[in-house]
């Protein structure tokens, strides 16, 4: 039998309307912009694929679990939900919840990071590089070399390199390596995830080394669905059962529960071990808040567990990894560059070849992001050498081979019609991409600088 079309698993209860405006008012709003997406006001914005952070829509289950928020200082009974669904859907024992993931990886780092440690990951995120960094270690990539090449088909580009990780360990020794920093659907990659069996071999290869495994777990779901799709022996299992095996190899996690648990904030730091749950708590407790709300309402604990239990169901995630794909499938068929395979909750541009005329150090990703912007009204980001940052020893430019531009799919909220809409605005700016130009910062922040930086364009 042929493939059969996907469709949503829901239907729409309630809409947000949305202001569509002139060419002229985009031009002038990127320009107060400073060309920075992150910077425009969203009553400027169309369609909006910035993130899928915090932004998806909520079920009717959902906004019904907010009534039952228990906003008690201590020991909400929405924390003992929430705590509880984690262990039997994620299988960590102990529970530490933070406002969003951030605040996590903020705990994590600095409970177990000293002073020149390394920490190996399968590619860098933003926010939990500088954390590590903060805390004074130095980020090492252990990816497999595939997930920096836009075109390689790899079906797991998400997978770690294990040369790479006993180099290190020859290098540093395994006492200056705290831990293995593993996410599932590496965001940075292209939304591009792990197979079980390089997570199965990472597990043995920790043991050995006596190293923990820490699990950036943001996308969790989406990277089972591919194991699912992918990976022979996993056809017949659900995603909910791909979800709980790939977390039990794993001794602790930090999750931005504003991803897959689809929530609009609210993150969670969790963990097997009681000392280093202790700890978690003593500081929590500093910077989030008391150890059973840690930065969040009851209600929003109470619409997480919920969010949770349907984050890992087929159905769903068919759906969702399904509109992305359908975006990506038409990119392509345009003769759109993207980064393949199509990931697992956006859409990469491959600015680079895009805008073949402006060089990286003139920000070709930022430059396609405005203009698209421009064009239709649909907000991006870059995902190239301005998030990439500075390398924090030398103060040189890090200078990533991705150079792109993520369109991100909120869950649940927008329609395939509005996938139509942003293909045909991806194309009107490739037809006149010879004419769009470099940038340059007037403004760039120390951290973090692809939030809150500002350009001008290079004439
Ligand atoms: N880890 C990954 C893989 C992420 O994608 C994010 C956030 C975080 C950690 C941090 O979580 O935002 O809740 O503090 N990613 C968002 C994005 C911001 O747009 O990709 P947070």
Redesign the pocket.
């Known amino acids: 039998m042929e493939k059969r079309s996907w469709a949503e698993p829901y239907k729409i209860k309630m809409v947000e309307l949305l202001k569509i405006t002139t060419i002229e008012e985009r031009k002038n709003a990127i320009k107060e912009a400073g060309f920075n997406t992150f910077l425009l006001k969203s009553d400027d914005v169309y369609i909006d694929l ?5 932004c998806g829509a909520m079920s009717d289950k959902q906004w019904a679990a907010i009534m039952l928020g228990d906003e008690s200082y201590a020991g909400s009974r929405n924390f003992y939900h929430m705590r509880d669904t984690i262990s039997e859907y994620y299988s960590y024992k102990y529970t530490v919840p933070t406002h ?4 996590a ?1 903020n705990i994590l780092s600095q409970i177990l990071i000293k002073e020149g440690d390394y920490v190996p990951g399968n590619m860098y ?1 933003t ?2 590089r500088l954390h590590q960094e903060l805390a004074g270690a130095t980020f090492v990539d252990v990816i497999i070399d595939e997930a920096h090449d836009a075109s390689s088909e790899h079906p797991f580009k998400g997978n770690i390199d294990f040369n790479k990780l006993d180099k290190l360990v020859e290098e540093v020794g395994v006492e200056r390596i705290p831990y293995i920093c593993v ?1 599932t659907c ?2 940075m990659a292209g939304g591009q995830p792990l197979s079980m069996e390089n997570m199965i071999q990472l597990r043995d290869w920790s043991n050995w080394h006596n190293i923990k495994v820490v699990h ?1 777990m ?2 969790v779901a989406e990277n089972a669905y591919f194991i699912q799709q992918r990976e022979e022996g996993y056809g017949d299992a659900t995603v909910k059962e791909i979800v709980y095996k790939l977390c039990s190899l794993t001794d602790a996690a ?1 999750m ?4 897959d648990a689809m929530v609009n904030i609210g ?1 969670f730091l969790a963990m097997n071990d009681q000392e280093f749950y202790d700890k978690a708590c003593g500081l929590v407790v500093i910077y989030e808040g008391l150890h059973t709300y840690g930065g969040m309402a009851g209600r929003d604990m109470e619409a997480l567990a919920v969010g949770i239990k349907e984050s890992v169901q087929d159905d769903h995630m068919r759906a969702r990894v399904g509109q992305i794909e359908y975006l990506g499938q038409k990119l392509l068929d345009a003769g759109v560059p993207i980064v393949k395979p199509i990931g697992g909750h956006a859409v990469f541009l491959d600015a680079r070849k895009i805008l073949g005329h402006i060089p990286q150090e003139q920000y070709p990703a930022q430059a396609l992001a405005s203009a698209i912007y421009v064009e239709s009204g649909v907000r991006s ?1 870059e995902r190239g050498i301005i998030s990439a940052g500075r390398n924090k020893e030398t103060g040189e430019n890090y200078q990533p081979r991705l150079e792109l531009v993520r369109l ?1 799919i909120p869950r649940r909220v927008y329609t395939q019609a509005h996938m139509d809409v942003t293909v045909e605005s991806v194309v009107q700016v490739m037809q006149h991409a010879n004419q769009i130009k470099g940038l340059k910062f007037t403004y760039e922040p120390e951290v973090l600088r692809f939030f809150m930086g500002k350009f001008e364009e290079v004439e």
């Open positions: 910035l993130t899928d952070s915090g969003q993931g951030r605040g990886e995120f926010t939990t996410a590496v965001n950036d943001t996308r930090t931005s529960s504003k991803k993150g980001m991100t």
